[in-house]
């Protein structure tokens, strides 16, 4: 069990999604008050759904980008801390909608930003993301200069360009930036490719699976894992802006992905390459070095990926007759 933290009243945005869900779980698991915000454009209600009977927990239904409300939200409740999660990241969708992304992700974070520190909050977290930095084989590390090359790394690079002109204006405040890697595990909301293979796996376990590359690397990092650091690292935090990787340090292509899931699950898992899931633009890695994280919590994501399949495929009684689907 986590250890019980001081009481402390805490936003979540983008909390009917897959990390926020998590990331409400474990702040209610360690006695904390949450407020939780979500369009539900992409996020699931049952989500939500599962909190609303503890005490602890609120849930109000509102768009990032309606500062109004927004602020008036916020205001009443009063937040310590807030954690900024909401946000267009599925990224075909963000290349496909560049104006929504802009919107979103930019407007929406700058509103946010605002409405937290005319509430009250004293200490802010932003989920970034590893797609700032540019192609590299190397573990890419915080003091690079960024060079995003897709319309989601870009807006969100921009993200925390706001946040730094912000710590400029409130020196007393805590600021994180938090550069996630791939996520997975259970409760995915968005198709990335570990859940495109479980769902495809549901509709009919015998057939091909038709994915995009697999020969790309990628630091694939247990959500479970990363929603506690994020608490840790908000908590651990001091006066200005620390930006910090999120991920385990260690990377796997999904040829291994889908040996272990053929060795975890008996399915044969026969590959069709599908000419529209293969994308034009590719980086051949993505690795976080995670030495500045661990310093900060003293700990960081495992990097056991039998593990963590293990449990995704458990959570969703995933077995090789009989494909049973992603369960609330």
Partial sequence: MSPQIEALRWVVTGAAGFLGSQLVDELLLRGQMVLALDNLEWGRVENIQRHSRQSLYRFAQIDIRDFGNLTAVLSDFGPDCVAHLAALHYIPAAMADPVSTVAINVLGTQAVLTAALVAGATRIWFASTGDVYGPSEEAHLETEIPRPFNIYGLTKLQSEQLIEIAAQSHPECNFVIGRLFNLYGPGE????????????????????????????????????????????????????????????????????????????????????????????????????????????????????????????????????????????
Avoid: F
């Avoid at 690397?217 to 620390?242: F, H, K």
């Avoid at 796997?252 to 293969?278: C, F, M, N, Q, Y």
């Avoid at 310093?295 to 995933?318: F, N, Q």
């Fill in 189 to 328: 909301t968005n198709p990335h490719l570990i859940p495109e293979i479980m769902r495809q796996l549901a509709e009919k376990a015998d057939a091909p699976l038709r994915l995009g590359n697999l020969w790309p690397r990628r630091d694939l990092t247990p959500v479970r894992d990363a929603a506690r650091a994020i608490v840790e690292m908000l908590l651990r935090s001091r006066p200005g802006v620390t930006i910090a990787n999120v991920g385990t340090g260690h990377t796997h292509s999904i040829d291994e992905v889908l040996g272990i899931l053929r060795k975890l699950t008996g399915a044969e898992l026969r590959v069709e390459i599908d000419p529209l899931k293969v994308r034009s633009v590719e980086r051949s890695c993505l690795q976080a070095n995670i030495d500045r994280l661990s310093k900060m919590i003293g700990w960081g994501p495992h990097s056991d990926l039998t593990r963590g399949l293990s449990e995704l495929v458990a959570s969703i009684s995933l077995r090789y007759d009989a494909v049973l689907g992603d369960k609330p």
